[in-house]
């Protein structure tokens, strides 16, 4: 069966055959697949809890601070909220912070890398300028301060994630696309008059995707942890279900003077896994965008 | 060349220093509400000391002289009167930075002494057991939230085993003005888990960095002509790798500054850790405006410097980055 699949691989003229790889990666496709249950879990969530941890009719007062039985599997809270419940709510915001951070924070900084590098010039300086400044800005501080101004919500985690993200992946892609610009296919993309965006976001701009979903992975990843860290602190939207929330409430109602490990477990646990699968789908999509990675033929 | 590196870097600190105060102030006059208000509207502060703060703020002027005068004042130490303390910011905030890094310094110097040490061994042994366990480490740590850590070690040392405090900073009742020696033990029993957290969490990214320095200075002719020159092994890594792989470890260290001087908010939340985290975190609660500007603002402060300073031992340890 393996000695077949690798012959197909091996001699596949078809362009899937890269997707087939990918199956050789068990860690990554279990990350996918803890990924896609989230996803479910975030969609679905109204069927799929058992309980609703938003309704104080659903708590069972008889049942609170009980540790995993059948009736509540992951135990539940000292108000008889059901955890399990609780976590599957939580996965929207956790979601929701990680995929949207994920997604702009990688195409701000590759435009404005790719600007960067590709003109050079004053424009090249500033952009780079403002690079070096942004660095320099811890995250958490800001956040704590914006959020003192703005009032309690997880876009400002997306919101301060992007604006403090994008200097080091436009630095990367400036330093690709520097030395990608030299290279003969763009002078030849030149020689037969293409447009310069053509030639940017067509030719130069491919090679740096590899780089990209890796460092979109990282971001979703690290955007996950800061939510979290940021409903901890008691900056969340009060109103939504969150991990950090539900580790926060823990701390506050003396899970750890209790005992109550459950409390504490699972939340932390929930932030930990969906954290390393974004990171391990990183490693994924590197290998389908990576040519060199891949084996044989292209097509 | 060489005096030019150092000017630039000079220039661009205080630039970056410069921005932080327009971002700071733009957040206060940006925000809907009377600004001047922010500044001594608030039931807390008493009503004499409002002209005083008018005056020194400059609120009754137009709004970029404000700003000069915002600048001219965040440099000689006039941060505003915290509302909830009613005292200066900058007294409160110089009273809780030693807390922070009484919790912050010593873990990130083991950190980064382990990561040197683990990190030369696992490229040594390239390929062993070791160093797969710990790239699987490094890799899984930064996916751990800290206070969530900080919980764990709770429960296990704290409550389980009972070895150290559950919380709080030292026993109540003793201080460093009646029984200092006591005092100063207490202090770092209490100390302990928040420092074992930041160790546990922070070693893994160096000894990575330190790994993958270390195997891409293994392949160099230099460490080929050593070796059949007979330099032992010891030597060869100590002091030939060594001095050629610790240089992004200056860089990452320069980062990581952030994290000792504000970053160890969440650390401190868990443990009721009294530092500048906790204060910050307990000033925006509050809506103490002032304090929360002061706070941010010294974080970041001693950030930019940090790494202006990392910055400057960067290119006096490597001619490549001064002169490149």
Same mark, same amino acid.
Request: with cysteine.
């Given at each position: 069966m393996a000695?077949?699949?690798?012959?197909?691989?091996?001699?596949?003229s078809?362009r899937?055959?890269?997707?087939?790889?990918?199956?050789?990666r068990?860690?990554?496709? $279990?990350?996918?697949?803890?990924?896609?249950?989230?996803?479910?879990?975030?969609?679905?969530?109204?069927?799929?809890?058992?309980y609703?941890?938003?309704?104080?009719?659903?708590?069972?007062?008889?049942?609170?601070?009980?540790?995993?039985?059948?009736?509540?599997?992951?135990?539940?809270d000292?108000?008889?909220?059901?955890?399990?419940?609780?976590?599957?709510?939580?996965?929207?915001?956790?979601l929701?912070?990680?995929? *949207?951070?994920g997604?702009?924070?990688?195409?701000?900084?590759?435009?404005?890398?790719?600007?960067?590098?590709?003109?050079?010039?004053?424009?090249?300086?500033? #952009?780079?300028?403002a690079?070096?400044v942004?660095?320099?800005?811890?995250?958490?501080?800001?956040?704590?301060l914006?959020? *003192?101004?703005?009032?309690?919500?997880?876009?400002?985690?997306?919101? $301060?994630?992007?604006f403090?993200g994008?200097?080091g992946?436009?630095?990367?892609?400036r330093?690709?696309i520097?030395?990608?610009?030299?290279?003969s296919?763009?002078?030849?993309?030149?020689s037969?008059?293409?447009?310069?965006?053509?030639?940017?976001?067509?030719?130069?701009l491919p090679s740096?995707?590899?780089?990209?979903?890796v460092?979109?992975?990282?971001?979703?990843?690290?955007?996950?942890?800061?939510?979290a860290?940021?409903?901890?602190?008691?900056?969340?939207?009060?109103?939504a279900?969150?991990?950090g929330?539900?580790?926060?409430?823990?701390q506050?109602?003396?899970?750890?003077? #209790?005992?109550?490990?459950w409390w504490? $477990?699972?939340?932390?646990?929930?932030? *930990? #896994?969906?954290? $390393?699968?974004?990171?391990?789908?990183?490693?994924?999509?590197?290998?389908?965008?990576?040519?060199?990675?891949?084996?044989? *033929?292209?097509? | 060349?060489?005096?030019?590196?150092?000017?630039?870097r000079? !220039?661009?600190a205080?630039?970056?220093?410069w921005?932080?105060?327009?971002?700071?102030f733009?957040?206060?006059?940006?925000? @809907?509400? +009377? @600004?001047?208000?922010?500044?001594?509207a +608030?039931?807390?502060?008493? @009503?004499?000391?409002k002209?005083?703060?008018?005056?020194?703020?400059?609120?009754?002027?137009p709004?970029?002289?404000?700003?000069?005068?915002y600048?001219r004042?965040?440099?000689?130490?006039?941060?505003g009167?915290s509302?909830?303390?009613q005292?200066?910011v900058?007294?409160? /905030?110089?009273?809780?930075i030693?807390?922070? /890094?009484?919790?912050?310094?010593?873990?990130?110097?083991?950190?980064?002494?382990?990561?040197?040490?683990?990190?030369l061994?696992?490229a040594?042994?390239r390929g062993?057991?070791?160093?797969?366990?710990?790239?699987t480490?490094?890799t899984?740590?930064?996916?751990?939230?800290?206070f969530?850590?900080?919980?764990?070690?709770?429960?296990?040392?704290?409550?389980?085993?009972?070895?150290?405090?559950?919380?709080?900073?030292a026993?109540?009742?003793?201080s460093?003005?009646n029984a200092?020696?006591?005092?100063?033990?207490?202090?770092?029993?209490?100390?302990?888990?928040?420092?074992?957290t /930041?160790?546990v969490?922070?070693?893994?990214g160096?000894?990575l960095?330190?790994?993958?320095? !270390?195997?891409?200075v293994?392949?160099?002719?230099?460490? /080929?002509?050593?070796?059949?020159?007979?330099?032992?092994?010891?030597?060869?890594?100590?002091?030939?790798?060594?001095?050629?792989?610790?240089?992004p470890?200056?860089?990452?260290?320069?980062?990581?500054?952030?994290g000792?001087?504000g970053g160890?908010?969440?650390?401190?939340?868990?443990?009721?850790?009294?530092?500048?985290g906790?204060l910050?975190?307990r000033a925006?609660?509050?809506? +103490?405006?002032?304090l929360?500007?002061?706070?941010?603002?010294?974080?970041?402060?001693?950030?930019?410097?940090?790494?202006?300073?990392?910055d400057?031992?960067?290119?006096? !340890? +490597? @001619?490549?980055?001064?002169?490149g």
């Amino acid at each position: 069966m393996a000695e077949k699949a690798r012959e197909v691989l091996r001699t596949s003229s078809m362009r899937f055959s890269r997707y087939l790889r990918l199956f050789r990666r068990p860690l990554g496709m $279990l990350s996918l697949l803890f990924l896609v249950a989230c996803l479910v879990c975030a969609f679905a969530a109204k069927r799929i809890a058992p309980y609703d941890p938003c309704d104080p009719k659903a708590r069972d007062i008889l049942f609170s601070a009980q540790g995993p039985s059948s009736k509540h599997p992951l135990g539940t809270d000292v108000f008889g909220t059901d955890i399990l419940s609780s976590l599957i709510y939580g996965t929207r915001v956790a979601l929701i912070v990680g995929f *949207t951070t994920g997604i702009i924070t990688p195409l701000l900084g590759a435009v404005l890398g790719a600007i960067s590098g590709f003109f050079g010039g004053w424009l090249d300086r500033a #952009l780079m300028f403002a690079v070096d400044v942004i660095m320099v800005l811890p995250g958490l501080p800001l956040m704590i301060l914006v959020a *003192t101004y703005v009032g309690k919500s997880y876009w400002i985690v997306v919101a $301060l994630f992007s604006f403090l993200g994008w200097p080091g992946i436009s630095r990367m892609v400036r330093a690709r696309i520097l030395s990608e610009k030299a290279a003969s296919y763009v002078e030849a993309a030149c020689s037969y008059g293409a447009h310069w965006f053509r030639i940017l976001f067509r030719h130069l701009l491919p090679s740096t995707y590899p780089l990209l979903a890796v460092t979109a992975a990282r971001i979703a990843s690290a955007s996950v942890l800061a939510e979290a860290g940021l409903s901890f602190l008691g900056f969340g939207d009060p109103l939504a279900i969150s991990w950090g929330k539900m580790l926060a409430e823990a701390q506050s109602q003396g899970a750890l003077l #209790l005992g109550l490990w459950w409390w504490v $477990l699972f939340p932390g646990l929930a932030i *930990t #896994l969906l954290s $390393l699968s974004f990171i391990n789908i990183g490693y994924l999509l590197e290998e389908v965008f990576n040519p060199r990675l891949r084996c044989g *033929t292209r097509w | 060349m060489q005096s030019s590196y150092f000017v630039r870097r000079i !220039v661009l600190a205080f630039l970056a220093i410069w921005v932080a105060l327009v971002l700071n102030f733009l957040l206060i006059h940006l925000m @809907p509400g +009377d @600004p001047a208000e922010r500044f001594y509207a +608030d039931p807390r502060v008493p @009503p004499e000391a409002k002209e005083e703060i008018i005056k020194i703020f400059g609120l009754d002027k137009p709004l970029w002289q404000q700003f000069f005068l915002y600048a001219r004042n965040v440099f000689l130490g006039r941060m505003g009167i915290s509302f909830t303390t009613q005292r200066p910011v900058l007294e409160v /905030l110089l009273e809780r930075i030693p807390w922070t /890094l009484a919790i912050t310094f010593i873990p990130t110097l083991a950190a980064i002494a382990c990561g040197i040490w683990l990190g030369l061994y696992a490229a040594w042994k390239r390929g062993t057991v070791f160093d797969f366990l710990l790239r699987t480490f490094g890799t899984a740590v930064n996916s751990i939230p800290s206070f969530w850590l900080a919980m764990i070690l709770i429960m296990v040392f704290a409550y389980w085993a009972k070895i150290f405090p559950l919380m709080g900073m030292a026993r109540p009742g003793v201080s460093l003005a009646n029984a200092p020696w006591e005092f100063i033990k207490s202090v770092a029993y209490h100390a302990a888990l928040p420092m074992l957290t /930041l160790f546990v969490l922070s070693f893994p990214g160096y000894a990575l960095v330190m790994r993958n320095a !270390v195997i891409s200075v293994l392949g160099e002719n230099y460490i /080929l002509a050593a070796q059949a020159k007979g330099v032992s092994q010891t030597r060869l890594l100590w002091r030939h790798v060594l001095k050629n792989a610790v240089l992004p470890l200056i860089s990452m260290f320069s980062l990581s500054i952030a994290g000792v001087f504000g970053g160890a908010v969440l650390v401190e939340q868990v443990f009721s850790w009294y530092g500048m985290g906790l204060l910050m975190v307990r000033a925006s609660q509050a809506r +103490d405006f002032p304090l929360v500007q002061g706070a941010v603002l010294i974080t970041i402060l001693c950030t930019i410097i940090a790494n202006f300073v990392a910055d400057l031992v960067q290119g006096w !340890v +490597d @001619p490549r980055i001064r002169y490149g």
